[in-house]
């Protein structure tokens, strides 16, 4: 069955709530969609099925405008969404959440804090904003942790919260993206009746899911099976079962597989284990494990035997201390408490000779991505110090058995999921290790696929002897192993075969086994309400199934209900308004509360800058002082050393012991020793006695040129005092000077470099560090994918901008007023013009250079690039063609204009004008003016650049 | 393997283990083009942009006279402020110095008095104001000094006709040695090699193990047979080696080459110096790599590492004008010890003899730092952030 056949049996009804039509997505090199034709039916559970990287969150994500339509038309809510006003008015009606658990929340932010921006978000008072919170708090049973960081929330409570925040502008389109991945099942369960209810209150509103449970998927109204990039299949569930002939969803999806994907896929049997040999040591003995991290206690006393020759099964969801466990038993984590033995061994990090006996697997994909499939195995069978004969024939056997042959060439990370995970269990066994811990190794990984790995570890198991260690969060693997373990929160529920465990519940499925055990743990009891629950879910895709033929008429009547909801969205419906300062300051006051409990990027922020600032006042020094100074006096009259007691008392040189001789002189100033030598010639004295002309040798030092200069100008001053002292003392008269020459050093009558100095380092500080902590506000949030908030909401790119840099500008100017006490505290700098004029060119200036953040923001992706690329991008212009050092005035070409256009050369005048010159508003008027220039164009330039879509 | 391999079987098996881990790494680093364009800038063209462009020396400095006597003699003083020193003064008149030296348009103001020419050959004794901008630190005092002698000198000529004319019986020879004409272009092209090799290594080594850490590689190492020494020092030799290549190539091609500054001592001696500061400084990198817990931690840490590592240890300006507990400070980063080594070396031509202590002081405070992070190397890994 394909998608048009679906389209003719749809063309009797109405309006589908999404229409898509030729969609093709492409990624670089790799296709997303292909040619996806497909309309959806309006009203209704829908799901999405199929394994990862088939194409499902690319598709949600065109639906709910997240990403640029490459090619092709995709229609929602009645209009093109890729139609930029279509796009405004709708958006109010979707609500749209993001794979991964809670990724498009905010971590620090507290569960009321998540909804209440979202409520924001969305243009409502704080009235109504409160009224709705508490209202799905309630319903979600939230309220108890209303105050609770959304990090610390378990992972079904997150996508509880991620609900919440979706329904708190009551959408028409509800979309999730594998909303249950990772989650514990009771929690699933729990999920799933809480969307019920949901649906409940209001029936006409569309709920579009993608899943790779197929589990849950059986109980959805309608569904759509995609694999690599196209839909291969859609109808009721009932429907597809009966068109495949397959009892199971899973069965269903792999026949609607062409067939080349499928071609040697059997039903896996797993053959029974053979009885261990009497005493001989356990695989693994773990006994009451523990581990903590600060108050948290993330495996709490768990305790388990493993036999050789046993696949033993980690059930769990996410974050319930499945990864620690197995860092234990790998020696990567030291337990806080209990004991581990690996084939009678204790673990212990520093014990080589245990580790060559066992093959790790870790959660996430992690070999060398850039690194080919052979120089992976080469690199590993090397590791292990494999004999180099033995090498090469280990390497092509592993090939060959894991079927590896067509991508020996490949770099790891351009493999196909499937296909990495069965190269890691290779560089797993390479070393024929008789133990294999593997964590998750098949999460995302096809059915197809997954069958095939797991036919490698039954080979391993049953007839090498390998002993396997698994974990997973999918029943029907944990059904296939030996013995397994359920686990909750740190803490090992049951252990047993997986029939023995479902018979202890008196539980048909090993699901149900789990969730009565949850409940037990949880203390919810079972009452009879939860297994009821299960059961009705059960009745009701019978009941769907049953009702398959005659889908036409329900489909009708959500379509009505549909089609309520579009005409609220289109015509009578207030498009948004373009601009809503409560949108604006909502993510101020967010960005405000995130920055507040960031320890790190805050300390940077204040701490950082008075920590440059006293490495610059002090580093860029042009004070030439304590100069090592020594003579090679080859003259020794009381004239000489007159002369030399002349420069030894200048406050600049500090005096060595004189000199032997020549040799002396080189060896001295070679090491460095020396910035300044004297040579006095023999008969000095004489010559100038009988006042004949004699010469005075100086060495400067002239390895460092500014220094060299310095002290050669310091000589000839001295000598200058010298002469004149000479002649007054002769002729008991002043010099006879011709015309003087009166020198005023002005503003800063000592010449000391920090009076010139830290005037200027605030300037550059000040367009540093938040340029950078603006850059990575933003950029974090398209790491983090909270950014999804940007593309989803009816946030406007303006609010966006100036509502995240409100709360840096305000940060800036609290370093500013930091840097200003530093200065006048520690450096003794005093501010002699109009402090008021100082602030509010500061203000203007942090405007300006949290700007320059935002602009280059929009054009990085990662926060080490916006780091670095903010970095240089700032300080070398601030550094060189600023007038930091020397006056823009000096510049010439280039250098000139990027000074003349950068606001660092203007606020360095303001800055040193005030304090050095004593000036105030009247004399910078124009620094004033042009600084402000700065400001509306930085934030132009970032509006044109910041995409309102993902491409 | 037997249960107890002899000392030198586990000795080769460790020199094993970090070959192959280094050859991975430099693998890993070929992949990287960003990392690559970096490396080749940062040796090549951020070498010569850094001795051509700005420098600390006077050059070009904006100079207004206000010629209040319209004389020959007036005009032959203002002519006489040229470049490359002086940009050719502009003319102002007297009410116009204050706000053009308040918004900074000039560093000098010279005004010259009227019928100075006149009282000057009358013997009157006429005076000339020099006003300087002090807070443009990096030309007041030198450009002071010249123009004063420039005066003076011209002054001089007017009233003798001769050029010397100084009668002074004692005269001063200044040779400035290992740069006789203090040219600016030979110490900021070698010392931004120093530079460079500093932030790339630091950057280079310490974003190579956050990097493992976020992929998990990390992990995957540590439960195979290999010890952390081994992960370490294969990072260092294989991120150092990439560095040493670029310092090479930039000191013999465009400091040599292109930038024509002569080196006094032997090369091979610095860039022996320069593999033991790489140690130094990588393992600093790899200290920085276990103590932040994500790239952009380790991006912020370095900043504030890195730019006290440069301006203070020697290489921006002489260390003998930081106050005493910032020299004293210093002493503890490698850095002030290469610097110090490598002008010895490259500027006065000094040998073994003259920098070993400084290379046994880099080898100790880069094995205190190599000791720190391998103290923390297991800890951090669990506490990764991804």
Redesign the interface.
Known sequence: MSATGDKQRLDGTPAPVVRIVGVSQRYGATAALEQVTLDLPAGGMLGLIGPDGVGKSTLLALIAGARVVQAGRVEVLGGDIGDRHHRAAVQPHIAYMPQGLGRNLYPTLSVFENVDFFGRLFGQDRHERSARIDDLLQSTGLTPFRDRPAAKLSGGMKQKLGLCCALIHDPDLLILDEPTTGVDPLSRRQFWELIDSIRARRPGMTVLVATAYMEEAARFDWLAAMDAGRVIGTGAPAALLKQTGETTLEGAFVALLPEEKRHDHHTLAIPPRPPSAEGATLAIEADGLTQRFGDFTAVDHVSFRIGRGEIFGFLGSNGCGKTTTMKMLTGLLPPSEGRALLFGQPVDARDIETRKQVGYMSQSFSLYGELSVRQNLDLHARLFHLPESAIAPRVDALVSRFDLTAYLDAAASELPLGIRQRLSLAVAVVHEPKLLILDEPTSGVDPVARDEFWALLIELSRQQGVTIFISTHFMNEAERCDRISLMHAGRVLASDTPAALCAARGMATLEDAFISYLEEASGIGSKPAAPAGGKAVAADVAEDGARAPDEGEGSSATADAGCAGKGGAGSPAQPPPWFSLRRLLGYSYREALELRRDPIRLVFALLGSVLLMFVLGFGISFDVEGLRFAALDRDQTPESREYLHNIAGSRYFIEQPPLRDQADLDRQMQRGELALAIEIPPGFGRDLRRGRATEIGVWVDGAMPYRGETIRGYVEGIHRQYLAAQVFAKTGAEAPAVASIESRYRYNQDVRSIYAMAPAVIPLLLIFIPAILMALGVVREKELGSITNLYVTPVTRLEFLIGKQLPYIAMSMLSFFLLVLQVIVFFDVPVKGSFLALSVGALLYVTATTGIGLLISTFTNTQIAALFGTAILTMLPTVQFSGLTSPVSSLEGLGYWIGQCFPATYFLIISRGVFTKALGFSELGTQFLALAAFIPVLTLASLALLRKQEK | ?K?SPTFSSRFL?HL??IY??GL?EL??LG??KVLLILIAWAFSGAIYEAAT??????????VAVVDLDQSPLSRRLADALYPPYF?APDKITLEEVD?A???????FTIVIPSN?QRD?VA?R??????????????????G??Y???I??AE??EF?TGRRDGSE?????????????N???L??GGVMEVINNITMLTIILVG?ALIRERE???I?????????PFEIMLAKIWANGLAVLAGASFALFVVVQQVLQVPIAGSTLLFLAAAALYLFAAASIGVYLGTVARS???L??LI??VI??LL??SGG???R????AA?QDLMLLAPTTYFV?LA??IL????GLT?VWVDLCAMLALGSVFFTLALLRF?RS??QTQV
Request: charge should be positive.
């Open positions: 393997m249960p098996g094993s283990n192959r881990l991975k693998r890993s992949a990287d462009g700005t420098s600390l020396e006077l050059r070009k400095a904006p940009r706000p030296m308040d918004h900074g348009r000039y560093s100075f000057l013997g004794q006429p005076e000339v104001q020099l006003n300087i901008d002090a807070t443009i630190m990096s030309q007041a005092f030198i002071a000094g123009i004063q002698n005066a003076a002054i001089g009233l002074a019986a004692i005269k001063v020879v200044t040779r400035a040695r290992f740069n006789p203090l040219n600016g030979w110490f974003a992929h998990g590689t992990e995957h190492l540590l439960v195979m047979p290999l010890a790239m952009p931690q991006g912020l900043i504030l730019i006290p301006l203070l921006v300006t002489p003998e004008s930081m106050p910032v110090r002008q010895a500027y006065r031509g000094a003259a297991r890994v669990t």
